[in-house]
């Protein structure tokens, strides 16, 4: 069964409202998760990097203001699109890790549609 | 800087047929390398984990090979079915306490009748 539980799998939201996606681990304490995004028949590019506990690092050319990531527990990471564009449009996947040599689960997708 | 380059960046063959998945990478110091599957609008899922030490593992018609002195490793696919086209992953994580992993860009393969 899934250990990494991704929630909503599909959403709909107005531009510029802002929407959250959340990322749980369900049976073990995520001490790192990731945040990406996948274009249509493109590969995975990671958004950030979150520790439990610390400020998430984001990669080069991410907006930070604008993907609000909030990793409050060991088993609960946010993805908040602040302020939607539709070119935010895209599936969003979060993985989850309890460490270094650890298996990364990954969430099923959160598919963001801005109209 | 970290890299992993698979190849091919496509694939179609016949159900029924085998298929041989390139991954290389230059990661170091090396941790563990990965491969996933993953099919069109769904999260990876994984397939096997193997380590420095290990050269070959397998998960029912699935077989990865690592070779860590050349830096690279294969995903085999036997008597392929419909239900493997998707995209494959390979994942190749470092140690030294950063357990960001470094993506390849994958390849799809898709399988016809």
């Known amino acids: 069964g899934a250990v990494v539980s991704q929630h909503p799998s599909r959403v709909i939201c107005k531009s510029g409202t802002s929407v959250k996606i959340e990322c749980r681990s369900l049976?073990?304490?995520?001490?790192?998760m990731f945040w990406y995004r996948q274009f249509p028949k493109k590969s995975l590019m990671l958004m950030a990097t979150s520790n439990e506990g610390s400020k998430a690092t984001y990669e080069q050319g991410v907006e930070k203001d604008k993907f609000l990531i909030n990793h409050a527990s060991l088993t609960l990471s946010t993805l908040t699109v602040t302020s939607a564009h539709p070119e935010d449009s895209s599936f969003y996947i979060c993985?989850?890790?309890?460490?270094?040599?650890?298996?990364?689960?990954f969430g099923e997708g959160s598919w963001l549609t801005v109209v | 800087k970290n890299q992993v380059e698979q190849s091919p960046q496509s694939l179609i063959i016949l159900e029924g047929k085998n298929c041989t998945l390139q991954c290389n990478y230059t990661v170091s110091p090396f941790s563990n390398l990965r491969w996933y599957k993953q099919d069109t609008g769904r999260g990876p899922v994984s397939l096997t984990i193997?380590?420095?030490?290990?050269n070959t593992k397998s998960n029912g018609r699935y077989t990865a090979t690592l070779d860590a002195d050349t830096k690279q490793s294969s995903l085999h696919i036997t008597a392929s079915q419909l239900s493997d086209s998707a995209s494959y992953i390979c994942?190749?994580?470092?140690?030294?306490?950063?357990?960001?992993?470094?993506f390849g860009r994958g390849t799809s393969l898709i399988v016809h009748p």
């Open positions: 049976d073990f304490q995520a001490t790192t």
């Open positions: 193997m380590t420095f030490s290990e």
């Open positions: 993985s989850a890790t309890a460490g270094s040599g650890n298996t990364i689960y």
């Open positions: 994942v190749v994580s470092a140690n030294g306490g950063s357990y960001i992993p470094t």
